[in-house]
């Protein structure tokens, strides 16, 4: 039997749509290509991104061609393609599978990267570091800080014990200390 084969020089994986319907996208082969995700997709209004494809290039195996496109993070993962459409595939759950993959496979947006990071050594993706987000929250009648871990710095060791234990530091190839050099 042949696994894997090359169409126009890209490689074939026959395993990544065996693997989604495994992993509970059960209908994912069911799909008939009539386009209303993509037709429905707020996301698809304003870029270039077209679900219907997406979908197709993951049931065909072009897997690196797929994981690499950086139209897989322009979804809002709002639902509404998962909503529509007329074969009852779990679309938006789709995305995320193949997302999770294309990190696990190195593919992470450098942007996706940067808060990662920032989550690993603030406890927060996107952390109170200017003083007019204190001051806002003043002006609502709130406390200059929320009680998370700005609030209890020592929490961010938890933080990052969780995230060691989880290996979401390897996901995302985190160097302790050596962060600056990579910006
Ligand atoms: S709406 Fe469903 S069946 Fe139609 S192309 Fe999208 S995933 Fe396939
Ligand atoms: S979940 Fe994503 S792909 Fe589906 S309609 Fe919303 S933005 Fe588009």
């Not at 997302?99 to 947006?109: F, H, I, K, P, T």
């Not at 990071?117 to 996107?126: D, M, R, Y």
């Amino acid at each position: 039997m042949i696994d894997r084969r090359i169409i126009n020089g890209s490689k074939i994986d026959s395993e990544l749509a065996d693997d989604m319907t495994k992993a509970g996208i059960d209908r994912i082969r069911s799909c008939i290509q009539c386009g209303t995700c993509t037709g429905a997709c707020p996301s698809g209004r304003r870029t270039a991104m077209r679900t219907r494809q997406l979908i197709r290039k993951a049931l065909l195996g072009f897997r690196e061609e797929v994981l690499s496109d950086p139209d897989l993070w322009v979804c809002t993962t709002c639902g509404t393609c998962t909503e529509r459409c007329p074969r009852k595939i779990d679309v938006t759950e789709a995305i995320l599978y193949l997302r999770n993959l294309a990190c696990q496979e190195g593919y992470m947006r450098p942007e996706h990267r940067a808060v990662s990071v920032k989550l690993i050594e603030t406890g927060h993706a996107v952390p109170i570091d200017d003083e007019k987000w204190s001051k806002m929250r003043e002006d609502l009648g709130l406390s200059p800080l929320p009680p998370t871990v700005h609030s209890y710095p020592k929490a961010v060791k938890e933080i990052q014990h969780i995230i060691k234990k989880t290996g979401f530091d390897k996901l995302i190839n985190y160097k302790e200390g050596k962060e600056d050099d990579k910006t």
